[in-house]
């Protein structure tokens, strides 16, 4: 009943939302007709993404959506009344966090195919990949460009109870340089289309980051460098200047935001990271000076490993242009033998896919390219978990199964630390301490 009252205020900070919670629910308690939903979940293993071990049956108690006991059977214990969900033979993992999704884009949406989308097809899309993507285990997402903040939308209609889907922090249009990743490239200058966030000065993109959080962006996602996918680029090109990279950077903290940079290029990793920004995206040709830099400054590195085999298996009969397939050929491996030189060198990661440009619902596709390229099944976990929530700042809210932290749980059968593949097909999703999926 108070999620109700507060998910209808999206921006409240956390502890206004347990003030409001209280409020509502001391106001319908008076009245005796409310009590908290209480719910206990139990399993035959939880896996603690925080203590980096097994908990053997674990016992899991949400309390108004939120998790109020973690503990093992018998010692974690509810009232008479509240609701049991008993997953024997499953283990639990905290809900997944995808850091780099698509939510309002196809993969069919390429080339030139692509200028016949409307915003109204976006933004419908976004309602359908919203439930694909909860479905596939993934309680949270970042959502990093979406035009027409048709991302905003989406998650105030999920935060409203209206549709389905994970909880969502959401860039809005993506920043970004004249003819660069993210402007309008594929027409000639006779129609005169320029990408919603293009600007080409550091006070030009100050405004622009304002512009952002005006209409309801958590955080800003910027292009530093070319990329796969647009017209006329080459991913490995800086494309904003040092000073407008750090003019982002600093107005967006300045509003409390986080900054994402999409950067393929090492040059454009750099820069990027010497602003401060606070994750780098693909990180495709970044070096060993640059994954040092990324080191010290605790800059996060979201590396899509996963999306090069659907790009170039599918690339074509999904209309992607010639010269995207091309970039993507020269790319995709050696990103891959960076993404194991950043691991080794122990940089900080999180789990960053790209989803929309392969299909939503696939996101649990990534683990296993991780384990493959030199991350323990422990590591991709902690990456699409525990990582990701301390780098978007809501540590306090996901990422763990730990008090205080919302009830949004999975499980799969068998071990997910021996197998990683396991979390490509999750038969059960909790949201909030709701059973949203149960397909054991
Ligand atoms: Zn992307």
Redesign the pocket.
Known sequence: MSNRVTASIPHLGPLARRLLAGLSLGALLATGTAQADTVLVTADHLVDVLAGKVVDRPAVLIVDGRIAAVGTQGAVTAPADARTVALPGLTLLPGLIDM?T?MTSQPTWNGYESLGVTTADKAIAGVANAKVTLMAGFTAVRN??ADAFTDVALRNAIDNGLVPGPRMKVSGPLLGATGGHCDENLLPADYGRVGEGVADSPWGMVQKVRWVKKFGADLVKVCATGGVLSKGDSPGAQQLSQEELDAIAKEAHALGMKVAA?AHGTDGIKAAIRAGIDTI??ASLIDDEGIEMAKKRGTWLGM?IYNDDYILAEGAKVGMLPESLEKERKIGRVQRENFAKAVKAGAKMIYST?A??YPHGDNGRQFAKMVQWGMTPLEAIRAATRNAAEAMGTAQDIGAVAVGRYGDLVAVKGDPLADVTLLEHIPVVIKGGEVVKDQR
């Open positions: 780099h698509h990093v460009g999409h995206e693909h899509d790209d929309g440009v």
